[in-house]
């Protein structure tokens, strides 16, 4: 079976500080993509960054970037000098060969002012 | 491009109507998804079409609900009858598939907001 799992139901991130969201999944598959998508109040989601399972550097995107452990199966979000605009959920999801998404529950973070 | 387009953004109706959403997917793109977000079961998929054939329909909840693609720029998910545990924010999103035999990613709509009273 396929599942992402989100151990954070709720952060909270001073501005300007650093926050990294857990995100663990498992899956038999060798290959497959991972993704953290964010979704602020608008509901809109919005991808913020992938990553390619046979890819050994992690992928960075500006002030975001991911802690991919493929043993032990863990992609982490690190967000660096939080900014009031993250205040948003993010989802984990991955991607394997049957080209289906798999989602966690989500973690809400709160970037304090 | 201006991306995946749905309407309506919001629909409020009565138990037992009828009740259809629309998606419009990114020009290109071969793969299309409904999902349904809930507090309660948080991000779910309801069903996906690949080249406006439906795939998987396992997450359809029940005989109310079903979807169609009649061409490749539109799809609509249609609820009969609607009933209050239907409330939900509804997502379609699309994607193509790359050379890698992966679609990479996929694209989100801004979301139905549907509520049943």
């Known amino acids: 079976a396929q599942t992402v799992t989100q151990s954070q139901p709720e952060m909270s991130v001073q501005e300007a500080e650093t926050v990294t969201l857990s995100c663990t999944y498992d899956t038999s598959e060798n290959n497959y993509y991972l993704f953290w998508y964010k979704q602020p109040p608008s509901r809109q989601m919005i991808l913020v960054i992938r990553?390619?399972?046979?890819?050994?550097q992690n992928a960075t995107e500006n002030r975001f970037s991911v802690n991919f452990q493929k043993a032990a199966k863990s992609f982490s979000l690190k967000i660096s000098d939080s900014q009031l605009g993250d205040t948003a959920m993010y989802f984990c999801a991955f991607m394997t060969t049957g080209n289906q998404f798999y989602f966690g529950t989500g973690t809400s973070l709160t970037v304090i002012p | 491009d201006a991306g995946v387009i749905q309407s309506p953004r919001h629909e409020v109706t009565e138990m037992g109507q009828e009740v259809t959403l629309r998606c419009k997917p990114i020009?290109?793109?071969?793969?299309l998804f409904w999902y349904r977000q809930t507090m309660m079961r948080g991000l779910e998929l309801l069903i996906y079409f690949n080249n406006n054939v439906p795939i998987d329909d396992s997450g359809m909840p029940e005989d109310r609900f079903s979807a169609k693609m009649p061409n490749a720029s539109f799809s609509t998910l249609k609820i009969q009858p609607s009933e209050p545990r239907d409330s939900a924010v509804y997502f379609c999103a699309s994607s193509d598939l790359k050379s890698t035999g992966y679609q990479e990613t996929q694209y989100f709509g801004p979301g139905t907001r549907l509520l049943v009273l």
């Open positions: 990553q390619e399972a046979y890819k050994q």
């Open positions: 020009s290109g793109h071969d793969y």
